[in-house]
């Protein structure tokens, strides 16, 4: 059972991760850089950790949630982290490239560490709503055993395969869709106010 989580970052995202996780029963530990961000969701009951170490020591599935994965390297590229991350899974939900991921796999493979990419679409105020999708990649058998925990987060939780790429380059597909469709549905509305300018002018 993976019921013990823990959550790198309270950022705004992090925060809403931890806090959905929490209110459907996890055990949740939180971790933040900046002790005060995580005042509310200790006056809510989650437990916060002192240090990374400490977070992820009786954890299942460490959740990773900070600005990049540079920090994220600079987080858990450690000798005592990586140690007690041995046998456990990680999950990236921190935007970054189909590369950076790779990256990241290849050390978690390195460490013996399971490994999946997540891509959020969307808004920390969507967590746990159903507007909330997030894509997944890696193994799948890895997949199957966080995805009790991952289904809080969102009723579109996507598996989007194995190569572990996929989810940032799928996230990148559908930002390019919805800027384009933007793009499309402004240049109409031009069109369409120079079109009723025109009427308008020459039936004066
Ligand atoms: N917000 C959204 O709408 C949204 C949507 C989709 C994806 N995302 C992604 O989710 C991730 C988090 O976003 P957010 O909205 O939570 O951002 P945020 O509110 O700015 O929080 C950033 C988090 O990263 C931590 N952090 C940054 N650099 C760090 C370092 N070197 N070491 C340790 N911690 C570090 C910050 O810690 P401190 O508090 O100590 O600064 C904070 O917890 C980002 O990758 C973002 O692209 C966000």
């Known amino acids: 059972m993976n019921n013990k989580v823990t959550v790198i970052g309270a950022g705004r995202m992090g925060s809403a991760l931890a806090t959905v996780l929490f209110h459907k029963g996890f055990a ?13 969701l200790s006056r809510l009951g989650l437990t916060v950790a002192h240090s990374v170490e400490e977070s992820v020591r009786e954890a299942d599935i460490a959740v990773v949630s900070v600005s990049d994965y540079s920090s994220t390297r600079q987080l858990l590229r450690q000798p005592d982290i990586e140690t007690a991350l041995r046998g456990k899974i990680v999950v990236q939900l ?19 560490i399971s490994y999946l990419d997540g891509a959020i679409l969307g808004s920390p105020e969507w967590i746990g709503t159903p507007a909330c999708t997030i894509f997944y990649s890696g193994p799948a058998d890895v997949f199957n055993r966080a995805k009790p925990v991952l289904m809080v987060f969102g009723d579109r939780t996507v ?22 469709a933007m793009l499309g549905f402004l240049q109409g509305q031009v069109v369409r106010d120079s079109s009723l300018q025109v009427a308008a002018s020459q039936r004066s």
């Open 28 to 40: 949740t530990t939180v971790w933040n850089r900046t002790g005060a961000k995580t005042k509310v």
């Open 94 to 112: 921190s935007s970054g490239t189909p590369k950076e991921a790779r990256e990241m796999d290849s050390w978690a493979r390195r460490c013996g």
């Open 159 to 180: 598996f989007v395969g194995h190569e572990i790429g996929h989810a940032s380059a799928f996230d990148v597909a559908v930002l390019t869709f919805g800027v384009s």
